[in-house]
């Protein structure tokens, strides 16, 4: 599956935004989703998954304020943003996963191309 993601962008602390992350492949509905994150400096962690059922498992750091989900229909995983902080400042990367779901980096073998979302305070 090759994934794509989009949406990022620059916005104010406190604002909200949608990354999308588009998949090919009509096995889309197969595969547990998850975004990742990579801050400035630091390592790449987990920020939210969701397995092919609709369960849903949240990083502590975003709990509350984002929300992930998907539309088979459209290939598609979104993750909703809001209340942003300058902390959330990262690269996010979607990826994929035929292990239902996961908060590991290496239980998901494929990988989309990151997008930067930029929170300013």
């Known amino acids: 599956v090759q994934l794509q993601a989009s949406g990022g962008g620059l916005v104010q602390a406190g604002d909200s935004l949608r990354l999308s992350c588009a998949a090919s492949g009509r096995t889309f509905s197969n595969y547990g989703m998850g975004w990742f994150r990579r801050a400035p400096g630091k390592e790449r962690e987990f920020v939210a998954a969701i397995s092919s059922r609709g369960y849903r498992s949240y990083a502590d750091s975003v709990k509350g304020r984002f929300a992930i989900s998907r539309d088979s229909a459209k290939y598609t995983v979104y993750l909703q943003m809001d209340s942003l902080k300058p902390d959330d400042t990262a690269v996010y990367y979607c990826?994929?996963?035929?292990?239902?779901?996961?908060?590991?980096?290496?239980?998901?073998?494929?990988w989309g191309q990151g997008t930067l979302v930029t929170v300013s305070s």
């Open positions: 990826a994929a996963t035929t292990r239902g779901i996961g908060t590991q980096q290496r239980e998901y073998a494929y």
